[in-house]
């Protein structure tokens, strides 16, 4: 992605979920999926590619549960009541542990918005840093609380035909790049 000139600060992306040029595009696109509009409550991952996933999130009205970083601090609530006009601040890691608050119990969200290193279009697994955050962040909601959709947004470099596959990884269940939506079949 760098070679390319499509990775964006920070840099470099080696070691982390890149943010890329586009993310915006992705995020306008995620805007148009059904399960978007009728979500009341969004879990998105706190990597710089998903940050304007996150300020739509306040921007649509939605409550907004942020993973602080590597989940040092669990899961971080941010109400768009409460942010009303710093939406874009809000939406920063700096922003969400502002404006949000610590989330003692976890409630059920609509839809999960992850970011990734790379994901199959043939299998919907999604390859990420390697800590396996994105994936207990995923497991924790869906054990709890039963199937829930889980989305990514992605350079369109980033969806390839397989990635690495081991224990505890996690599947999406759409895609979603600046150019294109594609859904897992179920």
Not at 83 to 88: D, L, N, R, T
Not at 125 to 145: C, Q
Request: glycine residues 8%; aromatic residues 8%.
């Amino acid at each position: 992605m760098e070679e390319k000139n499509i990775a964006r600060f920070p840099l470099p992306c080696f070691g982390r979920i890149p943010n890329f040029v586009g993310s915006e595009k992705a995020a306008e696109k995620l805007r148009e999926l059904e399960e978007w509009k009728n979500a009341k409550v969004v879990v998105a991952n706190p990597d710089f590619a998903q940050q304007k996933v996150r300020q739509f999130a306040l921007l649509d009205r939605k409550i907004l549960i942020m993973a602080s970083p590597k989940l040092r601090s669990g899961y971080l609530l941010i109400k768009p009541d409460l942010v009303k006009g710093k939406e874009e601040i809000a939406a920063t890691i700096k922003g969400a542990f502002r404006y949000g608050k610590k989330l003692k119990s976890l409630i059920k969200p609509d839809l999960i918005i992850t970011g990734c290193v790379a994901v199959s279009y043939k299998t919907f697994y999604r390859l990420g840093k390697g800590g396996g955050y994105g994936d207990e962040e995923i497991r924790t909601f869906k054990e709890k609380f039963g199937e829930i959709p889980v989305a990514t947004t992605v350079h369109d470099v980033q969806v390839v035909e397989e990635v690495p596959i081991e224990d505890g990884d996690t599947k999406i269940d759409i895609i979603v790049t600046p150019t294109k939506i594609i859904r897992r079949e179920k």
